[in-house]
């Protein structure tokens, strides 16, 4: 008896195996058929990646791309373009500072600080004539750091029938005073060894000097006159004058003076003074 109970209990666990192999199989893709097209559970739950783009994407860009600025003189006004500085990424950046392919490009004031996305920053920027022909040049924008941002090309032509050596002057580090030259310039701005006049200096903070050579005559500029200058209390008002805030209190950064000669077409010419 407990023989024949033993016979059928392994023939009802061998019964279950079969059906249990049976059901999974039929579960299991047989060769040849294609994999199944559903998603799985965990990658239909899966969030689509943002078509804009990955966060982190900084972008600045500026407008214009280009700019064409004419003739250019010393013997005329300083030319200054507005440039427009947008933020088209999706986080906020950082404008931290700029280069250009000539000393003679830069922006005029602070153009550092945040704008955040689809916002936007006007800056001003000042071209001096240096040099003379054509020019073609490039003024570049830092973000966050040294991360190369948005650019503009600078396109001009510096022409005029006189023009002072060094184009901009530089304050020296051991003297109060710096002596540049102011030459008479032909079409193709070589020397032009014609006779000229300077009348004066505006407002009197150089010396004039007449050469033994034809066309060419030095001035003798004074800084500590043009720091008497900047400490008056309407020098922040005088339009020829650029000032910063230092910690020490405002300091000036540049100073225009005007070179007043007897040439047709040059009867003013503006010599840009930096105090280094």
């Known amino acids: ?148 941002g948005g650019s503009v090309s600078i396109g001009f032509t510096i022409a005029g029938g006189v023009r002072s050596r060094p184009g901009v002057v530089i304050r020296p580090e051991r003297t109060a005073k710096r002596a540049i030259d102011i030459e008479r310039v032909g079409p193709d701005g070589e020397f032009l060894a014609q006779p000229f006049m300077i009348m004066a200096v505006t407002p009197p903070v150089a010396d004039i000097y007449d050469t033994e050579q034809v066309g060419l005559a030095v001035i003798d500029i004074d800084f500590a006159a043009i720091d008497e200058l900047a400490a008056e209390a309407s020098a922040r008002e005088n339009p020829a004058f650029e000032f910063i805030e230092t910690p020490r209190g405002w300091r000036w950064t540049t100073f225009e003076l005007v070179v007043r000669t007897d040439v047709e077409g040059c009867e003013e010419l503006r010599v840009r003074v930096k105090n280094s």
């Open 1 to 148: 008896m407990a023989q024949q109970r033993s016979t059928t209990v392994v023939l009802v666990v061998a019964a279950l195996a079969l059906a249990g192999y049976a059901f999974w199989s039929n579960l299991a893709p047989k060769r040849g058929d294609a994999p199944s097209s559903s998603p799985a559970p965990e990658a239909a739950e899966r969030e689509e990646p943002d078509a804009r783009g990955p966060r982190g994407a900084l972008k600045l860009g500026v407008s214009p791309a280009s700019v064409d600025l004419g003739t250019l003189s010393q013997c005329g006004p300083v030319a200054t373009f507005e440039a427009v500085l947008r933020n088209e990424g999706q986080d906020p950046l950082t404008v931290t500072g700029w280069s250009s392919t000539s000393g003679a490009i830069e922006p005029v004031g602070a153009i550092g600080g945040l704008i955040e996305p689809s916002g936007e920053r006007k800056i001003r920027v000042r071209v001096e004539p240096w040099g003379y022909g054509p020019k073609q040049e490039r003024l570049d924008f830092r973000i966050d750091g040294r991360r190369a």
